[in-house]
């Protein structure tokens, strides 16, 4: 589904989202920092309160690079 969501849009924080969620459960650390820090850069102007956002903002502070 998340490739999926890639192919319709990749600019769509939702998309990276997706993405980095799966790279993580598949071990992929590298990938799925990349990915959350685009879900941050694509919803920065999204409601600070956005369940998904504080998740990603957690998750990289969590996993610094």
Known sequence: MA???LDHDPSYGGTQY????V???DGDR???AA???LAEKYW???DPGLTE???VRDWL???PE
């Open 53 to 55: 956002l504080r998740d």
């Open 30 to 32: 590298r990938s799925a």
């Open 18 to 21: 997706a993405l980095a969620l």
């Open 61 to 63: 502070r969590r996993h």
């Open 44 to 46: 920065k102007e999204a």
């Open 3 to 5: 490739r999926q969501m």
């Open 35 to 37: 990915a959350m820090a």
């Open 23 to 25: 790279t993580d459960h």
